[in-house]
């Protein structure tokens, strides 16, 4: 176990996609490894490339002053995975060893946690914090920058209805979320969506068309709101899957204008698409991100200081608890079908 | 001129699409109406079908309680214009008599106001109140809807930064105004955006990759707010201009999506659209909008007390006055060039 | 166990102070009883006073229409204690036999729920729903409320900081907490104060003027947060207990003044105090509480068709559960020490 | 007149209170007097004290970056007045000289701008840009920070119309204006305050009671905004005038909870009272202010580059004019009667 004010000196980077409440970690790290602790730390540059590169930033006391309600990160992000690149684990460990970099913590999601427990397999001493927007990590109830979208989507949504009630228009709001539909299950049950659709449940249009025909004879519009990875059962629709970007990836998306265009062909109503994109993940984080992070960044800190590598730290229940990198990464947390089967019973 | 509590009846209605203070205007007609001078009012449904087909709604000062932040409008909108319908002036004519109607209130944008004038100048007694999310409405410094409108792309916008700062991705924020780029100029100008694309201004695609790409060497990424109406110079981009909805209109919008794969195209760049749509003209209202459109409402209903009609109310400075509806909708208000070169100075 | 459809009739009040989420709540049980249960229900107004005078509510599908995103509750609430009053019990069990009310929601804080406890031993088929916007309920992790108080709070200190960063002036924000600190603790956390007082830690108020005095000598001015119910180690600080207001009471809250007035003595340095109050339980609740205060409501109403009596609903981690009232009125849930020492790090 | 890219150096403080907008102000006149005029900046420290005393921040584009949407002043504030000091214009213009300042922005309210008159009339190169929260500045239409205010203020009072329609007892919002009630009138109208009670019109407390007594028979509970200045008439209530906090100045403030201690004793219902305070001139600026502070800053530049010294930018109408220093600085802009009676509609 490493003593107190010992001369430990700590890493820490965060990768990935960013997300708010990625600051209010690093500040909890710090404050309380330098104040409590008297640790020294060393902040790796853009994710995994920080120590694959040796690109390093200072992160003291100062350094983290004023950054708790700030999304992004100060550290910068990548998706630089280094145990694809030749020799990667091997350079990150003699570079860590090059800084005298006693510990490492690594903030970020599967991939990130990922080679965050082959390094800790080949001997690092790593300590993992969660990170995913989309709450789709296994082994804590839930990860910081959730609530946050929840809460940016709920207000789009809430607009939405003004507009519902004053047109007879379909609205779709299209969500983050490509392999699990946690945002669109809490933003469409937290502002009363007409229909909620999730890549865990490929859907009939059908079915979506009816509901929204029965919505169009009350009063007021349906409002749909849809994970950008949903997708519509085998043979219906054609989606154009066809289309490259400009690196070559077939384009994911484009779900939402995909319904209001088959919506409006089925029913001959406008349909009319609203597509949130980044600034589900941008600006300054709820307070049940903050406090998370930053309880998040004082476990991982505590890790540091107990020699509890290997771990990743967790919410369950009101508890930080730390559980085994191993568990954290072995599978995605896809929204269960009971919790689907809940919301549904105010679709229509 | 009427006298007061001497049986006057006066009707309102609400035209075009929903914008925020809608129902600020419809409370303050009433209370002062009622209370004041002892009036009382007809509403009408769905703006000009209402007064045309005679399909009416209790308004009273129980009906207007508790509405002043609410968005939307509780008498319902539509775009259905009176002047093209077969007999349709001379129909509403004789529904206003026979519901005993003295005096019109029509709330609404240029096709509203158009519709008022008409009616004024064939015997109807109306007064106008401007509404426009756009705020292109001539003979008034601002127009309700708008305050509401450019906060919500403001706060948007404010979101993508934090992106911007932790990503190298060009960030493009399509916002409403399909002839005038008012709520893009006040979008940009308030959160700091890049570059500017307004539909007064014809766009040099190859000036603004130029502000993209330098603006990649600095350590942020580049925004960009563009208005749904900008369109690039001529010959530069093919748009999808052959693409026709459900109702066999050419699909307007899509500049923002259009620009971003522009960009990969040419910076070989990520770049990511967010497309706003109907968000920006709902939910509650920001305190500018609710005073003025308060403010606007109390003008009106002083309007039919002093039998002033053929008139539009207006704000100019810090005073509400009356202008003639047509000075009001002789011509649009855009942006004038200066204030685009105001804007400049932040460019790149 | 009740069946479907079979003319069962279920009565729900809400007690207490108002609290962001009630709304939510009294949606999710008729929606889901009605829709899918086929059940009548009768409301109760304000409170307990409502069975005990037999004064009612029409509650069906439409008139929770659109109350999901309203603060306050649309059957009212009170204090009334129907336990002490004379024969209170007896009334009640006779007012809900008499309008054929088979089970009985109640929703509210410890004094609601005890009372549901008793009326349910007395015979009374009750389900309860647990509401205190200071979280300090046993048996369940979070109550609907708490988060909008916390997000409420925390936007208001992060108001603070920038004045604290621009001028030399110590600014105490007093929230709401008579005997639990959760709302202070999390607010401080989320916001970032130098200082947190709770209820259930005695303050030393040497000790908060020496967090002051070196707060003081860096660049920021110091930011407190105080419970309404935190108060000095015995001798310290004289604060006015004598004062009763119109009712008799000895007036509570005054701590947040108070301390800026002791602040200022000792230290000479300006001290200024804001008083959130009210504005804490009001207004829309965040996703967070919307989107457990549906999923209380939704137990709430299986727990009746389930004819599980005597239990109140509970958040235990991600899963809505059911234990006892018992249980859940037996003790105050209060801040853990740990908890409060986890904060302490942040302080000075 | 200055030339371009002659060397030019430009000083720029900000004084008094700070308020959101004051770093939007520094944004634009350095960015356009850097990038367009070639100039060079120098900063001054915390208001008048800086040039007193020589004290100096770097001011370039770098030092800029990003403070468009934060509160306070990068530069700092206080409320030296050099006018007061023994031989302070002299040292100012000693300190200019030696620094080698050409021409000195001041961003700042009456008292800031009063000493700016009096440095020009003593041959000193000043611009002035008005800045005052309670937008009491002679001569312009609205000053940067007064929609903000007023925003936090609507928020406020909405979240209180929750409470009130859910229990009986009257609340009260004190929002900020010593001299005069803008905010008051502006907060009132925008979130419905059934009375508003401003400095400029000595209330009559019985009047008060009877709106309050009358506003009780109705479903709701009264909410009253009240400006921290107002008062009651000569003899009304007895206010503790002779306390005197820790510098000696009698206390101000403390409207809003007499008034709830008075409501309460002669209704023998209960009052309570909300205390803004400091938030209202915290956090991040509105797009209004935004938008309002970044073009006084272009206009003040413009100003040094035309060399047309003493006089201040200000706003009439959609325009950004330049007036006298001595035309904005020689009477406070209070509520015309005309303004207060509008909003008399919705008393009661």
Chains 1, 2, 3, 4 share one sequence.
């Not at 390093?56 to 630089?80: F, K, M, N, Y």
């Not at 085998?234 to 919506?263: C, K, N, P, S, Y």
């Not at 290997?310 to 191993?326: C, E, N």
């Amino acid at each position: 176990m490493a003593g107190e004010g010992d001369g430990m000196r700590v890493g820490v980077l965060t990768g990935g996609g960013d997300c708010p409440g990625l600051n209010a970690v690093i500040r909890a790290v710090v404050r309380k490894g330098v104040q409590v602790f008297g640790y020294e730390f060393v902040g790796f540059r853009a994710g995994w490339r920080g120590p694959l590169e040796g690109d390093t930033v200072a992160l003291d006391v100062q350094a983290v002053r004023g950054i708790l309600p700030r999304g992004g990160t100060i550290l910068g992000s990548s998706r630089t995975n280094p145990v694809k690149v030749e020799g990667g684990v091997e350079r990150i460990k003699d570079n860590l060893a090059g800084l005298g970099v006693d510990a490492l913590i690594a903030i970020g999601g599967e991939d990130t946690l990922g080679v965050a427990r082959e390094l800790y397999e080949s001997g690092v001493n790593v300590v993992g914090v969660p990170k995913t927007i989309d709450n789709d990590l296994n082994a804590t109830d839930y990860t910081f920058g959730f609530d946050t979208a929840v809460n940016i989507g709920m207000e789009a949504v809430d607009r939405l209805h003004t507009t519902a009630e004053s047109h007879h228009r379909a609205l779709i709001c299209e969500v983050m979320g490509r392999h699990a539909g946690w945002i669109a299950l809490h933003v469409g049950m937290a502002a009363g969506a007409n229909v909620i659709l999730i890549p865990e449940r490929p859907f009939d249009i059908d079915k979506v068309v009816e509901y929204v025909e029965s919505r169009f004879k009350t009063r007021y519009a349906p409002i749909i709101v849809v994970s950008e990875g949903a997708h519509p059962m085998d043979g219906q629709m054609q989606l154009q899957t066809g289309e490259r970007d400009a690196f070559g990836h077939v384009r994911l998306g484009g779900i939402g204008q995909a319904l209001a265009d088959e919506i409006e062909k089925r029913t001959g109503k406008e349909a009319r698409a609203t597509v949130l994109g980044h600034i589900q993940r941008g600006g300054t984080p709820t307070a049940f991100d903050r406090v998370l992070a930053t309880r998040f960044g004082l476990q991982a800190i505590d890790a540091v200081r107990d020699g509890d590598f290997g771990k990743m730290v967790a919410l369950q229940g009101t508890d930080i608890v730390r559980v085994g990198l191993d568990e954290a990464t072995k599978e995605l947390k896809t929204v269960p079908l009971e919790r689907y089967a809940e919301a549904e019973v105010f679709f229509g």
